[in-house]
């Protein structure tokens, strides 16, 4: 009578082992590359989504006062930026909440500092929601992804990206 092996044999272990290897060497590093950019994107819809949310309040809030977001970007990796209206703090984000692989830099003299704290500074004007300063430009990278937001002398927001990987229409002139 003839016996059944049971089992793998060691080549065949090994073989498999190397496969998956090779699988895991190619696979990681992409991985790494789709999750930098999701955090690009989740940071960059979170900035947009705060742009209007303080030219709303702006809106809603009469003559009373103008809303102030404010940006610490001294440091491109290490930056803070505050949403408020007069003396009310609506929102403070920084980039520990993007775990820190975000990057933030600001258009030159495209902002103003009516404050004279040195940090660029985005007023909305209660009357229309007009932006004190004119238009600027925002931009935010991680690794060699970046995405522009552009703010109009009005408030509105564009967003525009130096890649079609995140699904925003390519920036002119990059």
């Not at 090779?22 to 947009?48: M, R």
């Not at 003396?87 to 258009?107: H, K, Y």
């Not at 940090?119 to 995405?147: C, E, K, W």
Request: glycine share 10%.
């Amino acid at each position: 009578m003839q016996q059944v092996q049971k089992g793998f044999t060691l080549i065949e272990l090994m073989v498999t082992i190397t496969i998956v290897a090779v699988l895991l060497s190619v696979g990681i590093p992409a991985f790494s590359s789709v999750v930098n950019q999701q955090q690009l994107k989740g940071a960059t819809e979170t900035l947009a989504s705060d742009l209007r949310r303080a030219r709303s309040a702006a809106i809603a809030g009469g003559a009373s006062s103008d809303v102030v977001m404010e940006f610490d970007v001294s440091d491109a990796s290490d930056w803070t930026y505050t949403l408020a209206n007069g003396s009310d703090l609506i929102v403070t984000r920084n980039s520990a909440d993007f775990s820190n692989v975000i990057s933030v830099t600001t258009s030159t003299g495209a902002f103003s500092d009516a404050d004279a704290d040195g940090n660029p500074d985005i007023r909305f004007s209660s009357v229309r929601a007009i932006t004190h300063g004119g238009t600027g430009i925002l931009t935010l990278t991680s690794g060699t992804a970046s995405v522009e937001l552009n703010r109009n002398v009005m408030g509105m927001v564009s967003i525009c990206s130096n890649g079609d990987s995140l699904g925003y229409p390519a920036c002119t002139g990059s």
